[in-house]
């Protein structure tokens, strides 16, 4: 299929549920070069209507992380555009209007289930081995039951009706045609209780209003595309053409996750990766360089990556995000710079005045001499801290069980609000859930990040160095453990 270079229009659509994640640069940036080659617009959108999960902070970091790459959109939240509003959560109107279309022309329709009663029938579903979906109890209400229920104020979501019979079939440009029995096509919830959209009704929504030309995303949304495609029907509208991007995997083929790699962008900057090594790493995944680019050094620039980039040299098996491969692509990056750019880029990141300037002050009643500072805080500035059994393992305590609460305590710090009360508040009911003193609980902690016994102020540390980083630390101590203990027996 040959693309039309008129009126090209992508869109990334990041929720800002936490840090910016290296997925979300990835599809980014296949989008961006997509918009450049062909004279288009590259579109920002926040979708934000996930309430629960929101983290307010996380939208201007998403923007901060992409631009850090050089990544930059024409449309979105912070520059405007023809087409706004550009955050889902200020497009609640629209969403109604065109949900109310819908139950109109009888492609949709309330359903008054409860959450128990649809844990109900999933728990049985599960137990009958067939595949979870929702059994149409509301389908098929009459007005006068909906009246009624609507009078009685009891809450409702909308859902699509996917028609009992047939098949939907639509193009992946990079796979062809694929088509889905409508028997493994669930009816979808369109609208939340909350009388928030779903993700399949406002992103249907909003890229046929923003005039979205191509649907660039990952694979993992194969799935969901016969749901949108039907949505395009109900409304009468024409779809989009839809690419959808091999997932990046870890080393074992499994779907990237931050449980085996480090997934926020704001450790890449923070642990001191040059932007042009990550954005030439993204680049590197899928193979959508041209082959002698890329057996030449595999080193090239984004301005190069629009010259020569090919959406249709993408491989479909998941590229692997090879950390070890980015680390030396980044020592490539950082010994081709001169001594005055090497020391400029430490300025930037790990010798920057801010930061310098937060881990003086926690020690500076801690020392007698200024040389006494690399003592206290090499931690700060080390890649990797590996303390022995020796130093991390409390008293009267198993290798094992320590490993399980190191666990439990990374699970706590992932969900936990970044601020020093908030992680004392959790990790001390960690402790008291599994029977944990305080002072093994926080010297564990302490010993792992630091690897001493004896540091600057834990919770302190732990707001200087940052989350991603501290999560960082704690996976691979975890994993390094495990490693060791496998190695042992």
């Known amino acids: 299929m040959t693309i039309s270079t008129e009126n090209i229009r992508v869109r990334i659509a990041p929720s800002p549920t936490g840090d910016p994640h290296v997925g979300t640069a990835y599809i980014g940036l296949i989008n961006f070069l997509y918009a450049r080659q062909h004279g288009g617009k590259f579109v920002l959108r926040i979708e934000d209507t996930d309430r629960a999960r929101f983290v307010a902070t996380s939208e201007q970091m998403i923007f901060d992380a992409l631009r850090w790459l050089g990544i930059e959109w024409d449309e979105g939240p912070d520059v405007g555009g023809p087409f706004g509003p550009y955050r889902q959560s200020e497009r609640a109107a629209i969403y109604r209007e065109y949900v109310e279309k819908l139950l109109a ?161 704001v450790y890449y900057r923070q642990a001191g990766f040059l932007p042009e090594a990550m954005i030439n790493f993204l680049g590197l995944m899928g193979g959508g360089m041209p082959a002698e680019i890329n057996n030449a050094s595999e080193k090239f620039t984004l301005q190069e990556m629009i010259e020569h980039f090919n959406i249709r040299n993408i491989r479909l098996g998941g590229p692997v995000f090879d950390l070890t491969k980015l680390r030396w692509l980044n020592g490539e990056y950082l010994r081709a710079l001169t001594p005055e750019a090497f020391y400029a880029e430490l300025r930037k990141s790990v010798l920057a005045d801010e930061y310098l300037s937060a881990i003086a002050a926690l020690v500076q009643t801690r020392i007698e001499t200024l040389s006494e500072f690399g003592n206290l805080t090499g931690f700060f500035f080390s890649d990797n801290v590996l303390p022995s059994p020796e130093v991390f393992l409390p008293k009267k305590r198993m ?84 490693k060791l203990a496998a190695q042992k027996k």
């Open 399 to 482: 290798l094992e069980e320590t490993l399980a609460f190191a666990g439990e305590q990374l699970t706590v710090l992932e969900a936990a609000e970044w601020n020093a009360s908030a992680i004392e508040a959790a990790l001390k009911q960690l402790g008291e859930q599994q029977g944990w003193s305080v002072k093994e609980n926080f010297m564990l902690l302490r010993t792992i990040l630091t690897g001493s016994q004896m540091s600057p102020p834990l919770l302190e540390s732990m707001m200087i160095f940052g989350k991603a980083r501290t999560l960082d630390r704690l996976r691979r101590f975890i994993d390094a453990q495990k």
């Open 105 to 265: 022309n009888d492609t949709a329709y309330r359903c008054f289930c409860t959450p128990e009663e649809l844990e109900a029938v999933r728990r049985q579903q599960m137990a009958a081995k067939v595949p979870p979906r929702y059994p149409g109890t509301c389908r098929n209400l009459t007005n006068d039951q909906i009246q009624l229920k609507l009078f009685e104020s009891t809450p409702c979501t909308i859902r699509m009706k996917v028609p009992v019979e047939g098949s939907t079939t639509f193009r992946d440009e990079l796979r062809g045609e694929i088509t889905f029995n409508h028997n493994n096509v669930d009816d979808q919830v369109l609208m939340k209780s909350d009388g928030f959209p779903t993700y399949h009704l406002a992103n249907v929504v909003d890229d046929h209003l923003m005039q979205i030309s191509d649907v660039i995303r990952a694979e993992e949304w194969i799935s969901s595309t016969p749901k949108h495609v039907l949505l395009y029907q109900f409304f009468g509208w024409d779809a989009p053409r839809f690419w959808h991007m091999p997932l990046l995997r870890n080393q074992d083929k499994s779907k990237i996750s931050k449980r085996k790699n480090p997934v926020s962008l």
